[in-house]
C-alpha cells in the first residue's frame, strides 16, 4: 500500500523563524512529490513540486528531496502569521497519475 | 496558471435527495479531473478518477452507484451524490491534471477547485 507520512503537528514557530516540514513515503519508485498549502475551509493551493534529488528554491519556499531516504521537506524562510496553515505533502503515484496525500502538518507562525 | 472552478461552493439538501457539483477547467482543456472528499481535520480522500469520454475509476471502498461521475467535455466533470444522507457531509474538492511545461509525465501537477460544503440534514 501506497503511504504518505507527514507530522500531523501542531507546528509553532514565531514569526521570522524557518519552519521544517518533513515527509516520507514508501514506494521507492515515486518520482514527484507536491507541497499544498490549505488554509481552513479552502481548498488545497500548490506551492511547489520537485523532482530531482536535492534543494528546489521557489522564494521563501525550499523543497528538498532525498529519494535514498525516501523523504522530502518543505523549508519556509522568515516565517509568516499568513502562512499558518495545514501543509500537505502529496507524491505521484504513476498509475494513473494519482496523488496520494499525506494527513497534513498544521503550521502555526505565531507574531 | 490554470483554474479549476466548482459550483456550488455549498449546498443543503434534505436526507434521500441527489445533489449534483459540477468541476470545470476555466484555461485549459483537461483529459483527467480528480474527485476527493475531506472531513473536518482529516486529509484528502480521493473517491474518483474522472476520465474525459470514459467510465471513471473509482477508489477502494467508494460506491460507484452513489456517486456517480461524467466527464462529458474536456473542460466538465461533474459528481452527483444519489440518495444523499447525513455521513455524505462533506467537503467535495474536483482538481484537474496539468501536464508539465517542462516536459514529461513526472511534473503532472493537479489544481483544485474552491470545494463544495455539502450538508445533508
Known amino acids: 500500500q501506497k503511504e504518505v507520512e507527514q507530522n500531523s503537528g501542531p507546528l509553532s514557530v514565531p514569526e521570522g523563524a524557518i519552519a521544517s516540514l518533513n515527509c516520507t513515503y514508501s514506494?521507492?519508485?515515486?518520482?514527484?512529490f507536491f507541497w499544498y498549502r490549505q488554509y481552513s475551509g479552502k481548498s488545497p493551493e500548490l506551492i511547489m513540486f520537485?523532482?530531482?534529488?536535492g534543494d528546489k528554491e521557489d522564494g521563501r519556499f525550499t523543497a528538498q528531496l532525498n529519494k535514498a531516504s525516501q523523504y522530502v521537506s518543505l523549508l519556509i524562510r522568515d516565517s509568516q502569521p499568513s502562512d499558518s496553515a495545514t501543509y500537505l505533502c502529496?507524491?505521484?503515484?504513476?498509475?494513473?497519475?494519482?496523488?496520494?496525500f499525506g494527513q497534513g502538518t498544521e503550521l502555526s507562525v505565531k507574531p | 496558471g490554470a483554474v479549476v472552478s466548482q459550483h456550488p461552493s455549498w449546498v443543503i439538501c434534505k436526507s434521500g435527495t441527489s445533489v449534483k457539483i459540477e468541476c470545470r477547467s476555466l484555461?485549459?482543456?483537461?483529459?483527467?479531473m480528480f474527485w476527493y472528499r475531506q472531513f473536518p481535520k482529516q486529509s484528502l480522500m480521493l473517491m474518483a478518477t474522472?476520465?474525459?469520454?470514459?467510465?471513471?475509476?473509482?477508489e477502494q471502498g467508494v460506491e460507484k452507484d452513489k456517486f456517480l461521475i461524467n466527464h462529458a467535455s474536456l473542460t466538465l466533470s461533474t459528481l452527483t451524490v444519489t440518495s444523499a444522507h447525513p455521513e455524505d457531509s462533506s467537503f467535495y474538492i474536483c482538481?484537474?491534471?496539468?501536464?508539465?511545461?517542462?516536459?514529461?509525465?513526472?511534473?503532472?501537477?493537479?489544481?483544485f477547485g474552491p470545494g463544495t460544503r455539502l450538508t445533508v440534514t
Open positions: 482538481s484537474a491534471r496539468v501536464p508539465g511545461l517542462a516536459g514529461g509525465f513526472r511534473s503532472y501537477e493537479q489544481y
Open positions: 514506494d521507492r519508485g515515486s518520482q514527484s
Open positions: 520537485i523532482y530531482s534529488n
Open positions: 502529496a507524491v505521484l503515484y504513476n498509475q494513473g497519475g494519482k496523488l496520494i
Open positions: 484555461d485549459f482543456q483537461a483529459t483527467t
Open positions: 474522472s476520465n474525459e469520454g470514459s467510465k471513471a475509476t473509482y
